[in-house]
């Protein structure tokens, strides 16, 4: 199967920085990559569809301005949650689907820690 | 509107078999997945049904029923790792690879010995 990879795996921050996490497809391209947010114990939500070359497509109540997504390669997607609050805390997982393969395969996450 | 069910918790005896149930109402149908989580974990992929029937996997199989919007994985001779989450996900009518996928909310399966 395809491989994702997730960076950092871990961040920690302070209240009102930024923080990039970048999802890299490592032996496929991928026009199109998910982010996902996970709390504990809750299910993946999906926060947006990321596309390569066009503005990302984001699921009802993202906000867009405040998680920035550029998909700049077929390899490439990152993530940016801006100014964030310690209600961003959250795992967040990328994944991605390679056409030769019908299933999505996920990264390993970033688990976001916001003091 | 989309919507997919499946029990919140499951538990079973190592060695034995389970059954997970997922039932799904979806404006549209292009496959079923199911993935498997622990805790801390991404996701990993386990089974993909988009025909009716049965598709079996070593000690997993996977069971679809389009007509009835239903599915379920079994997992056989259980083993202490498998306590995990195991997630139902049908993928959407969206054209080309855009398709994304909808999410149950997960089963999380406790093997005891």
């Known amino acids: 199967g395809a491989v994702v990879s997730q960076h950092p795996s871990w961040v920690i921050c302070k209240s009102g920085t930024s923080v990039k996490i970048e999802c890299r497809s490592l032996?496929?391209?991928?026009?199109?990559m998910f982010w996902y947010r996970q709390f504990p114990k809750q299910s993946l939500m999906l926060m947006a569809t990321s596309n390569e070359g066009s503005k990302a497509t984001y699921e009802q109540g993202v906000e867009k301005d405040k998680f920035l997504i550029n998909h700049a390669s077929l390899t490439l997607s990152t993530l940016t949650v801006t100014s964030a609050h310690p209600e961003d805390s959250s795992f967040y997982i990328c994944s991605a689907r390679d056409p030769e393969y019908n299933e999505q395969f996920f990264g390993p996450g970033t688990r976001l820690t916001v003091l | 509107g989309q919507n997919i069910d499946q029990p919140t918790e499951m538990t079973a005896t190592e060695g034995a078999i389970v059954q997970i149930n997922c039932t799904y109402q979806?404006?549209?149908?292009?496959?079923l997945f199911w993935y498997q989580q622990h805790a801390g974990e991404a996701p990993t992929f386990l089974s993909y049904?988009?025909l009716d029937g049965l598709e079996e996997k070593g000690r997993f199989s996977s069971f679809l029923s389009r007509s009835k919007g239903y599915s379920y994985l079994l997992l056989k001779e259980l083993q202490m790792k498998d306590s995990a989450s195991y997630l139902c996900?049908?993928?959407?009518?969206?054209?080309?690879?855009?398709?994304?996928?909808?999410w149950g909310l997960g089963t999380s399966l406790a093997v005891n010995p």
């Open positions: 049904n988009v």
């Open positions: 996900a049908v993928r959407g009518p969206n054209a080309g690879n855009n398709r994304k996928l909808i």
């Open positions: 032996d496929f391209q991928a026009t199109t």
């Open positions: 979806t404006s549209g149908f292009n496959g």
